[in-house]
């Protein structure tokens, strides 16, 4: 069964796409946890960061370098962004496609909660 992430990659369900090209989608996020939150979608279906081949290296380069330059168009560079990739369950990955979030747009705190 297709992701809702393959989905929007066919043009099935909409998205406020911003960056589109052979290797890669992004779009805003419809439940955004910032101001600024764009998910980078690789169009090569891909479960989890722990699926990523030896052959994946430039692609998921490509995807870090389609973030940095979202996060200069949409004003957010200069005061800084977070990229993260979620793996599986403990990770806190929703969608199994391997999807990269960028936040940004206001402090955002620490990472993870000690304890």
């Not at 992701?3 to 066919?10: G, S």
């Not at 406020?16 to 910032?34: E, S, Y």
């Not at 389609?66 to 977070?82: C, M, N, T």
């Amino acid at each position: 069964m297709a992701t809702v992430f393959e989905k929007i990659i066919a043009g099935e369900l909409p998205a406020n796409i911003l960056h589109r090209d052979d290797r890669v989608v992004a779009f805003t996020d419809i439940r955004p946890a910032a101001p600024t939150h764009v998910l980078v979608v690789p169009t090569k279906v891909i479960e989890t960061v722990d699926d990523i081949g030896d052959e994946d290296e430039a692609l998921v380069g490509h995807m870090i370098i389609v973030a940095r330059d979202l996060a200069r168009r949409l004003g957010i560079a200069s005061d800084g962004y977070r990229l993260i990739f979620n793996c599986r369950t403990h990770g806190g990955q929703e969608v199994y496609h391997l999807h990269l979030h960028l936040l940004g747009g206001r402090v955002l705190g620490p990472l993870v909660q000690r304890g």
